[in-house]
């Protein structure tokens, strides 16, 4: 850590201890510190403010990143990049989401239920599940989209998504529960429902 002053201000959660000079070790070195430190003095309403704030700021970079390919080297180009990015973070996005919820490997179209609004992209957009009367499929509609919305106030043409998104929910049910099938209803540019941002249908095979 190196010593920065005569006294080394050592922060644990909400305690700050002042420690004199050459007698104090790096905050990572004390057991009790987490990545989550802080968290503890947020109210509930805070944290959920904040979750929101981080699954919006989440959104943010990655469209910040891909706008700048976009410039620099076109639409194509910069799908080609987007597609392998989202192709690697599903599947991680699932398994931590399936350990927080403890879902098991065959947790069906209920476990997808629960995991599907807790994914960062759900976080930051307004969305709905609506589940066939048979039971045998549900849909996830994202009916208000930060990425589209962002773009239509900048002039820009609509992010033609639904490459990404075949990816993206196929890879992120895949890795709940491989029989989970997940199938594009409306997406741009191939807009079959004009009361949302996209659909994707799911339902079981196997």
Known sequence: CGQFSQFARVVRGNTMTVM???????????????????????????????????????IGLDGTWFQSLEREQGMDTAMEHDRAAWRRF????????????????????????????LRCTSLANEWEILWEEDGAALVFRITDCRVQNARARKGMEFH?????????????????????????????????DETCNCAWRFRMEG
Do not use: W
């Open 20 to 58: 004199p000079r050459g007698s104090y070790t790096c905050i990572n070195d004390f057991e009790e510190a987490t990545m989550a430190q802080g968290l503890d003095a947020l109210t509930r309403e805070e944290l959920v403010g904040l979750l929101e704030i981080t699954a919006k700021d989440l």
């Open 90 to 117: 599903v599947p991680s996005e699932a398994r931590r989401l399936k350990k927080l919820l403890d879902l098991s490997d065959r947790c069906g179209l209920e476990g997808l239920a629960e995991a599907l609004p």
């Open 160 to 192: 033609p998504c639904k490459s990404v998104g075949e990816l993206e929910y196929a890879g992120f049910a895949a890795a709940l529960d491989d029989c989970i099938h997940c199938e594009c209803v409306s997406c741009f540019p191939d807009i079959t």
